[in-house]
């Protein structure tokens, strides 16, 4: 099973409306991010989260919120869609006690907004 | 201030040839790199990491990156090109002990058969 996982894998949706991205791991990590990709842009962070009392703004965090509801799980909420936030949305993890920050990343969630 | 450049939006290669992707960093504090694949549809995985011990990394499949800090760069090696090695390559920098990734805009190989 993967350590990462991610739900829905696919989603498309239109404009206005709610969307909740859900992230869950099985690695016992307590730093766990968000991404979005986009074409010729690399990964730019949205949220991150250090533990399940801590969340902080990344460089993308407008028109997002996160939910940290327990170690294991991430959520990544779109209030109100809008088209450009059609992307390849990644959560990832890393360990405190790993002093290189190695990520581990999932599969990501491929969300059209029409 | 952390910053990532990935020389290169496209690399093609025939396969068995050698694979040079380049990266360099600007970084206020020594920093940890790391090489990330993306095959398509799938996740990113990790290729091979620096973190301030030996200066050449060996990682997965056969690839390695030399560390080289007067040049500031990463720059990712292969001897060999194989089919399989056909993905998008992701650089990436983070202070040692930091907090943040920083993410270079990838490199896309094409491996000619």
């Known amino acids: 099973d993967a350590d990462v996982t991610q739900t829905p894998r696919n989603r498309i949706t239109k404009t206005g409306k709610r969307i909740m991205l859900e992230c869950s791991q099985t690695?016992?990590?307590?730093?766990m991010y968000w991404y979005r990709q986009d074409p010729g842009l690399g990964l730019r962070l949205i949220y991150y989260s250090f533990d399940v009392k801590d969340i902080n703004k990344g460089e993308i965090s407008d028109g997002y919120s996160v939910s940290r509801q327990a170690q294991a799980k991430f959520s990544l909420s779109l209030e109100s869609a809008i088209p450009n936030q059609t992307a390849l949305y990644f959560c990832a993890t890393s360990d405190f006690g790993d002093s290189t920050d190695t990520q581990y990343f999932g599969p990501g969630t491929r969300l059209t907004v029409l | 201030a952390q910053s990532v450049t990935q020389l290169d939006s496209h690399v093609s290669v025939s396969e068995g040839t050698p694979v040079l992707l380049r990266c360099n960093y600007s970084s206020s504090y020594s920093p940890s790199l790391f090489w990330y694949v993306q095959h398509p549809n799938k996740g990113l995985q990790l290729l091979l990491k620096y973190t301030s011990a030996a200066t050449l990394v060996k990682g997965i499949n056969g690839f390695e990156a030399e560390f080289k800090k007067s040049e500031t760069s990463f720059h990712l090696t292969k001897p060999s090109a194989h089919m399989s090695d056909a993905a998008e390559y992701f650089c990436?920098?983070?202070?040692?002990?930091?907090?943040?990734?920083?993410f270079g805009t990838g490199t896309s190989l094409t491996v000619i058969p």
């Open positions: 690695k016992g990590h307590d730093r």
């Open positions: 990436v920098v983070s202070p040692l002990g930091g907090n943040q990734f920083y």
